[in-house]
């Protein structure tokens, strides 16, 4: 199970930091994700962690998004700074393990407000 954390309002350029923690699964060997959805939109990929901490990011957060893991607190972090109109969507973390196994959190909104 996921659950996400850390969704709210902020103005064009502000900036908010997401949290998900994980239950039920062993964290250090998943790769962690956050995705987003916008309204009439399909979900896309935001960033994504490995258990050997790699990352990746979609071009649009680049500079910007910032994610991070705590294996010890089962955690996912996501830090998102000079947040625009346009990150305005709800964001959900996912936790795989290759094709093994997939798992989504319920999702958190973020509104970024212009």
């Known amino acids: 199970q996921l659950q996400a954390f850390g969704g709210g309002l902020v103005q064009d350029g502000g900036s908010l930091r997401l949290s998900c923690t994980a239950s039920g699964i062993i964290f250090t060997i998943h790769t962690m994700g956050w995705y987003r959805q916008a309204p009439g939109k399909q979900r896309e990929l935001v960033a994504t962690i490995t258990s050997l901490h790699t990352t990746t990011y979609a071009d649009s957060v680049k500079g910007r998004f910032t994610i991070s893991r705590d294996n010890a607190k089962d955690t996912v972090f996501l830090q998102m700074n000079s947040l625009k109109p346009e990150d305005t969507a709800v964001y959900y973390c996912?936790?795989?393990?290759?094709?093994?196994?997939?798992?989504w959190g319920q999702g958190t909104l973020v509104t970024v407000s212009s």
């Open positions: 996912k936790a795989n393990r290759g094709t093994l196994s997939e798992y």
